[in-house]
């Protein structure tokens, strides 16, 4: 993790919770991607290393096996933006931003609510705060 990622991660992001949301769009992905289920989990690692204790990280699984078309049938990507809506987050992890929602819209209120709540973002790309125009604009270009 570079010093730049690290400086980057306040004590008031340390002071809330670390939201890993793991996500594979079909059951059958669930059982021939291994592999990627695994990569997911992992990224636990990277919130421990920028100094999240471990239990201060959520692991959000409850989508696994499930679209990412739609928000509406997704219990824990509701659950994900109800608690960045109350503040509870301190950074989203995801593999790539791109599964946290599928839909544009769904990602960009995500987005939204992010940088109103000073919440980061951080995939296997990197970190990002989409309170800072240059990530938000980076974020933003993702969304399919």
């Not at 990224?43 to 999240?52: D, M, Q, S, T």
């Not at 409850?62 to 824990?76: I, K, P, T």
């Not at 109350?86 to 939204?112: F, M, T, Y």
């Amino acid at each position: 993790m570079s010093v730049d990622t690290k400086s980057r991660v306040t004590a008031s992001h340390l002071a809330r919770g670390a939201y890993l949301y793991i996500r594979q769009s079909t059951l059958r992905q669930v059982f021939e991607n291994t592999e990627s289920t695994k990569r997911q989990y992992a990224l636990r690692e990277k919130a421990l290393a920028l100094g999240w204790p471990a239990g201060s990280i959520i692991v959000i699984d409850s989508d696994l096996g499930q679209s990412g078309a739609q928000a509406v049938d997704r219990e824990g990507f509701q659950r994900l933006v109800a608690d960045v809506s109350l503040g509870k987050a301190g950074i989203v992890l995801g593999l790539e931003v791109s599964r946290l929602a599928r839909n544009s819209s769904d990602w960009h209120r995500l987005l939204e609510i992010c940088a109103f709540t000073d919440t980061l973002i951080l995939d296997e790309d990197g970190l990002y705060n989409p309170s800072q125009f240059n990530d938000r604009m980076l974020l933003g270009s993702r969304a399919r």
